[in-house]
């Protein structure tokens, strides 16, 4: 029961937070209702994953009587698979590995971008600078999507992540117990880690894609959705993305709210680092950066590293559909 009235209680917060910054308002009254009132969104513990999860509310509000948030034994592993098989509808994730299933024709759209770069190079002190990596020791979780992010940031300094350097699948716990102890070179961390290693003060931060550039410049963590449930509720799609950015800018405007509701939610337990994630990664730049350019970018990265076969104009053709994120930037306040 405690826990319902939190939920509840943390639900009226975030609408009324959102209500107080001028980002919520009602649907369009032109606007038909969703064509179906179910969506099911990809559950995974990953802390930057934030405005999907802080987006029920809004999702209800939309006219969404069935939110579901589906999470599955395999984890990482499956995010693609289970989007692309209709067995979630969208999820918020990691655009680069997403650009690599595109490529192999599974049936997913690129819809937005949620926030730009929540990843971390961490790495022993005998690491200095990014090339330094070549012939190290780098922790890769199976199933990650920081391998593929990783060896499109080596292809951009002209290291080749199939020669140059050693992958090495670690649990996320594990690696930064072997950074630790110096056992490996540098761990490519996501949220929490990254929040945990400089807690412990684990090794130093190589390359922040939140700060440093030219990865600060794209988007890190995109919208997707599965083909077939675009293409069929495009008005239920239209909804969903207008809750999913609104949660954006609440992520970057109420870092506090946010952080306590996702464990009050039991997306974490973790209170201080769901805070300092709210507050290390750049929410709230949906409108100012170009998915588009995201797009391009990384596939010119994976077709350097010979992870893609695709150009990035047949990415674009193929897996995007920026239509309704068009639509939303003249619907939306400011």
């Known amino acids: 029961m405690n826990q319902s009235r939190r939920r509840c209680a943390g639900g009226l917060a975030l609408l009324g937070a959102g209500s107080a910054l001028g980002l919520w308002s009602p649907p369009a009254a032109a606007e038909p209702p969703p064509e179906t009132t179910k969506v099911r969104l990809y559950k995974f513990p990953g802390l930057c994953l ?8 809004l999702l209800r509000a939309e006219g969404f009587t069935d939110v579901q948030y ?28 997403f650009i690599e299933e595109i490529d192999k024709g599974r049936p997913i759209v690129l819809l937005a971008g949620v926030h730009i770069g929540c990843t971390e190079l961490f790495a022993t ?20 999507p920081a391998q593929s992010i990783l060896a499109a940031m080596l292809a951009y300094v002209g290291l080749d992540h199939r020669k140059d350097l050693t992958f090495a699948p670690h649990s996320p716990a594990e690696s930064v117990r072997l950074l630790a102890e110096a056992k490996i070179d540098a761990f490519l961390a996501t949220p ?17 894609t939140a700060v440093d550039r030219p990865w600060s410049q794209y988007f890190c963590c995109m919208f997707i959705g599965n083909t077939e449930y675009v293409r069929k509720y495009p008005v239920a799609t239209k909804r969903v993305l207008r ?32 805070l300092q994630t709210m507050r290390d990664v750049p929410y ?33 053709a193929d897996g995007t559909d920026w239509r309704f994120l068009n639509e939303l930037k003249k619907e939306l306040k400011g």
């Open 284 to 316: 709230g730049k949906w409108r100012q950066y170009d998915p588009e350019d995201m797009v391009r970018f990384y596939a010119l990265r994976l077709r350097e590293a010979g992870l893609i076969k695709a150009t990035p104009q047949k990415i674009l």
């Open 125 to 144: 002190e005998r690491i200095r600078a990014f090339r330094d990596l070549k012939g190290k020791t780098v922790a890769v979780a199976v199933g990650s």
């Open 70 to 97: 589906l999470d599955f034994p395999e984890g990482a592993v499956g995010v693609h698979e289970r989007v692309g098989s209709s067995a979630v509808d969208f999820t918020q994730w990691y655009g680069v590995p």
């Open 243 to 274: 809750a999913i950015l609104k949660a954006d800018q609440i992520c970057a405007l109420e870092p506090e709210r946010v952080a306590r509701t996702m464990v009050d939610r039991g997306f974490t337990k973790n209170y201080e680092h769901a």
């Open 50 to 57: 934030a405005p999907q999860y802080v987006a029920e509310d």
């Open 192 to 208: 929490p880690w990254g929040q945990e290693l400089r807690a412990k003060k684990i090794g130093h931060t190589i390359v922040n």
